[in-house]
């Protein structure tokens, strides 16, 4: 199964597509992740990324499908993926849909997580994430033991730069934008698009995304 999350930043995707892909030992491909390694580890793509990523704006298409293609290439033919932060335009959507179709594949489904955006602002302004395991925390949602240190590996939590509130502002716009148009254009193809309310707790919202995909562990 081919499963876009979609949902504007701070929503929860990226805490739902790990809890998702542990239990079910599902694939991940998430861009944003994809490029801030190739900004850290200094590369040309990086650098150009890095530009766009600090505003708060979309990296070119190309690049994108690059890295997208690269990573799919990597993965054993049937395995069950989650796609989180790609697609993010219409552009990208039809590349990706098209690029599937040569192999025989298509996007199954889609899940929209959703919530206001004063929820969003707060949830980003308290995010935090590991540098070395990249766990991420959440003041209000997913506190960790110890304010600033990382469960998992005692690393010191820090702030993406982008998740500064005036780039945020910005992202949320990018999203509504050039993302959120993506809901109609899989309405109009065969994928079943659920939404699911962003909101709850973590285990709430996992629990009404795995009921919408039909999946379960015993
Ligand atoms: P995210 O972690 O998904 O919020 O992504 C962080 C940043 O990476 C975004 O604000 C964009 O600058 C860039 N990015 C991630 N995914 C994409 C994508 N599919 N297309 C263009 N830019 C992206």
Same mark, same amino acid.
């Given at each position: 199964?081919?499963?876009?999350?979609?949902?504007?930043?701070?929503?929860?995707?990226?805490?739902?597509?790990?809890?998702?892909?542990?239990?079910?030992?599902?694939?991940?491909?998430?861009?944003?992740?994809?490029?801030?390694?190739?900004?850290?580890?200094?590369?040309?793509?990086?650098?150009?990324?890095?530009?766009?990523?600090?505003?708060?704006?979309?990296?070119?298409?190309?690049?994108?499908?690059?890295?997208?293609?690269?990573?799919?290439?990597?993965?054993?033919? &049937?395995?069950?993926?989650?796609?989180?932060?790609?697609?993010?335009?219409?552009?990208?959507?039809?590349?990706?849909?098209?690029?599937?179709?040569?192999?025989?594949?298509?996007?199954?489904?889609?899940?929209?997580?959703?919530?206001?955006?004063?929820?969003?602002?707060?949830?980003?302004? &308290?995010?935090?994430?590991?540098?070395?395991?990249?766990?991420?925390?959440?003041?209000?949602?997913?506190?960790?033991?110890?304010?600033?240190?990382?469960?998992?590996?005692? &690393?010191?939590?820090?702030?993406?730069?982008?998740?500064?509130?005036?780039?945020?502002?910005?992202?949320?716009?990018?999203?509504?934008?050039?993302?959120?148009?993506?809901?109609?254009?899989?309405?109009?193809?065969?994928?079943?698009?659920?939404?699911?309310?962003?909101?709850?707790?973590?285990?709430?919202?996992?629990?009404?995304?795995?009921?919408?995909?039909?999946?379960?562990?015993?």
């Amino acid at each position: 199964m081919h499963v876009v999350l979609l949902g504007p930043p701070g929503v929860g995707k990226g805490t739902q597509g790990i809890l998702l892909a542990d239990a079910f030992g599902w694939e991940r491909i998430v861009t944003g992740d994809l490029l801030r390694a190739a900004r850290d580890a200094g590369t040309e793509l990086g650098r150009e990324a890095q530009q766009y990523m600090a505003r708060g704006e979309l990296v070119h298409d190309q690049l994108i499908i690059g890295i997208v293609q690269e990573k799919l290439k990597t993965l054993t033919l &049937g395995t069950n993926v989650v796609f989180d932060g790609f697609p993010r335009n219409s552009s990208q959507a039809l590349t990706f849909s098209m690029m599937l179709q040569t192999v025989g594949l298509a996007i199954d489904q889609v899940v929209v997580l959703e919530a206001d955006d004063d929820v969003l602002i707060k949830r980003i302004s &308290g995010r935090r994430s590991c540098p070395s395991c990249g766990a991420v925390y959440n003041q209000s949602l997913a506190s960790p033991i110890r304010e600033g240190v990382c469960d998992t590996d005692g &690393g010191a939590l820090f702030r993406r730069a982008d998740d500064e509130p005036s780039t945020v502002r910005n992202r949320l716009e990018v999203y509504r934008r050039e993302t959120e148009p993506l809901i109609a254009y899989y309405e109009k193809s065969h994928a079943l698009v659920h939404h699911i309310a962003g909101s709850p707790s973590v285990e709430v919202v996992q629990t009404a995304l795995r009921d919408a995909l039909g999946l379960s562990l015993s």
